[in-house]
């Protein structure tokens, strides 16, 4: 695993010129476009950094974009690894080990979620408060390299107070509607049933996705410093149990489609936002 990480790390350091980043961002399903508007950008794809594992699903380019953005010098993946694409939590969580080695401190991590909040409209953001962490493996699990952080880190404040009240500043100022809230992170690929949904919001979830945890998880592991952020791509649906037979099918389905286009729209002030952070940083 070290070896791995310096492997990657060697490759890139050279490639990402003077400066080392200090923000590592991650972007999800269909919020790449906030990596458009770098400085001085450098794009490198996955594929060719030794040890990278490669993207594979549809709206995930796939590349590390590296430079500048309001004036703090970002490393950028566009495109993320799941663990419901079959990579092991290692793989999954790789690029956050490779970020932190080249210097990174601060971890920003974007999503499309599923809201369980029955207040969560499509289109919402919802910054990350804590999260429930649901994933059968977990990314931490085995031999523990004491270089990398400690055996059982805390994963109290996981979520940094100090930049989710930057954030919700932020919000107010610029006019975003913003919620707080608690994300579930499920393995997937499948989405909720309406019962898993109900029961994930009975449990303290506002939002439900298929990411995120993991990283956050491995960042804490190295001491960064962690901000999340999701776009209610879609609302679960609220249906009342006992089902009714006419609403037994919903007229609007979930759909990897929809969760891209409803991530589209919001991207625009998810990328206000996240630029205000990265300013008063
Ligand atoms: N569930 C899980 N992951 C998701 C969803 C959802 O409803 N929408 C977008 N990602």
Redesign the pocket.
């Known amino acids: 695993m070290l070896d791995k990480i310096n492997e990657s790390t060697a490759f890139l350091a050279p490639l990402l010129g003077g400066e080392p980043p200090r923000v590592a961002i991650i972007l999800g399903?269909g919020l790449g476009a906030f990596a458009d508007d770098i400085a001085g950008r450098r794009e490198i794809p996955y594929a060719a950094i030794p040890r990278f594992p490669v993207s594979t699903v549809a709206g995930h380019a796939g590349r590390l974009v590296a430079g500048e953005i309001e004036g703090k010098s970002v490393l950028v993946m566009q495109g993320r690894f799941h663990f419901y694409e079959g990579y092991s939590m290692q793989e999954v969580t790789f690029p956050v080990r490779v970020a932190h080695a080249l210097g990174a401190r601060t971890l920003l991590v974007t999503?499309?979620?599923?809201?369980v909040n029955p207040l969560f409209r499509a289109g919402d953001l919802m910054v990350i408060e804590d999260h429930v962490n649901m994933f059968p493996d977990h990314p931490l699990r085995g031999e523990n390299h004491d270089a990398l952080g400690p055996r059982f880190p805390s994963m109290e404040f996981a979520y940094s107070p100090r930049l989710i009240s930057l954030a919700v500043a932020a919000a107010e100022r610029l006019g975003i509607r913003l919620h707080r809230g608690v994300y579930a992170g499920?393995q997937?690929p499948s989405?909720?049933t309406p019962a898993e949904?109900r029961w994930l919001h009975a449990a303290g979830a506002d939002a439900?996705?298929?990411s995120t945890v993991p990283e956050v998880i491995v960042a804490r592991h190295a001491g960064m410093e962690c901000f999340g952020v999701s776009v209610i791509?879609?609302s679960?649906p609220p249906l009342p149990s006992p089902l009714p037979s006419s609403l037994s099918s919903s007229p609007h389905p979930?759909s990897h489609e929809v969760?891209l286009e409803q991530s589209r729209q919001a991207s625009l002030h998810l990328s206000s936002l996240l630029r205000h952070l990265l300013r008063h940083l």
């Open positions: 399903s999503n499309a979620a599923g809201g499920l997937g989405f909720e949904c439900v996705g298929m791509a879609n679960a979930v969760v």
